[in-house]
């Protein structure tokens, strides 16, 4: 196969990560309940409580992230908003491209993610480590 990474499809199951309170934040990882996304595009807090559910909102400036479906060359979920590295000091940044419809790692170019050569590997966010890309 041309593609670098490895697609996995788990159950054609959704998956979101948030950045809000200035911290990288995944559903079932760091809290016991999981992000709800209202029709207005806003996150909400779902916790699991006995008998019950407790909805907050997030606050304005958080950023919901989507897997894109794709894992790294060490098994490592790439999300929206990752940065990736295919040859050392090499960074692209992985968005959705309305255009063309596909993932893309966006550098000094633009490529597909999945056309991305095979030493590819997650690693950091462009909230924890914006300084990567300072020079793409």
């Known amino acids: 196969s041309p ?3 490895k697609s996995t499809i788990m159950n054609n199951r959704l998956k979101f990560r ?3 309170y200035n911290k990288m934040q995944t559903p079932s990882k760091d ?3 999981d992000v709800w996304i209202r029709l207005n595009g806003k996150p909400y807090l779902c916790l699991d409580v006995v008998e019950s559910s407790e909805i907050h909102p997030f606050r304005d400036e958080s950023v919901i992230m989507q897997w894109t479906g794709l894992l790294d ?3 490592q979920e790439i999300y929206e ?3 990736i590295e295919n040859h050392p000091g090499v960074y692209w940044e992985v968005s959705w491209s309305e255009k063309k419809a596909q993932w893309r790692a966006e ?3 633009s490529f597909g993610l999945n056309s991305m050569n095979q030493g590819s590997k997650v690693i950091g966010n462009i909230y924890e480590h914006p300084h ?3 020079d793409v």
Request: hydrophobic content about 40%; proline content about 0%.
């Open 31 to 33: 809290w016991d309940g």
């Open 3 to 5: 593609s670098s990474f």
């Open 18 to 20: 948030i950045w809000a």
């Open 132 to 134: 990567l890309l300072s």
């Open 73 to 75: 060359k060490n098994g």
């Open 81 to 83: 908003g990752d940065i």
């Open 107 to 109: 550098g000094g170019s």
